[in-house]
T-cell receptor
Framework: RKEVEQDPGPFNVPEGATVAFNCTYSNSASQSFFWYRQDCRKEPKLLMS???SGNEDGRFTAQLNRASQYISLLIRDSKLSDSATYLC?????????FGAGTTVTVRA | NAGVTQTPKFRVLKTGQSMTLLCAQDMNHEYMYWYRQDPGMGLRLIHYSVGEGTTAKGEVPDGYNVSRLKKQNFLLGLESAAPSQTSVYFC???????????FGSGTRLTVV
């Protein structure tokens, strides 16, 4: 079983729409959680950390459910510039494990 | 502010050749990592280092070696390149183990 699993999508949404997707992780002892964004053929960039109480950063909301071992990301009022692959990332013992990514395409 | 710099950015190798990928960071980060990314797969950890002079194996270490003689540099070596090592290689650094990584822009390696 993969350590981090994501729905690959793609999620194809119109501008202004809300899109949400989850990932699951297998190690219940995982300590830190993140969402990264990766644009085509570029390096991943940290979008936001995910805290147990849930957190927002502008139009982005992240949630963590430790009991069910899943993490979610919600994007409100989608912009064309939000088109990217979103990587779910889990930290264990100094190391980050990455999901394969969820692709989001926002259309005009 | 350069962040994490990887060299080279592109390389084509013949099977059996060797090469070294260089990662340099100017943020005084303790932790450094080498990942590879293949189509349809997440980034997979090759080797990592939690400080100068230390290295450890990750998920897919076979066929690679690393060294961290200086805190700011983390070298990834391919001793005898194979077509299965065709990939995009990313280096990353972090100030601690619960903080997000900063990635380099990647090295696109093709082994023919």
């Amino acid at each position: 079983r993969k350590e981090v699993e994501q729905d690959p999508g793609p999620f194809n949404v119109p501008e202004g729409a809300t899109v949400a997707f989850n990932c699951t992780y297998s190690n219940s002892a995982s300590q830190s959680f993140f969402w990264y964004r990766q644009d085509c053929r570029k390096e991943p960039k940290l979008l936001m950390s995910v805290y147990s109480s849930g957190n927002e950063d502008g139009r982005f909301t992240a949630q963590l459910n430790r009991a069910s071992q899943y993490i979610s990301l919600l994007i409100r009022d989608s912009k064309l510039s939000d088109s990217a692959t979103y990587l779910c990332v889990v930290e264990n013992d100094y190391k980050l494990s990455f999901g394969a990514g969820t692709t989001v395409t926002v259309r005009a | 502010n350069a962040g994490v710099t990887q060299t080279p950015k592109f390389r084509v190798l013949k099977t059996g050749q060797s090469m070294t990928l260089l990662c340099a960071q100017d943020m005084n980060h303790e932790y450094m990592y080498w990942y590879r990314q293949d189509p349809g797969m997440g980034l997979r950890l090759i080797h990592y280092s939690v400080g100068e002079g230390t290295t450890a194996k990750g998920e897919v270490p076979d066929g690679y070696n690393v060294s961290r003689l200086k805190k700011q540099n983390f070298l990834l070596g391919l001793e005898s390149a194979a077509p299965s090592q065709t990939s995009v290689y990313f280096c990353a650094s972090s100030p601690s183990d619960d903080y997000g990584y900063t990635f380099g822009s990647g090295t696109r390696l093709t082994v023919v």
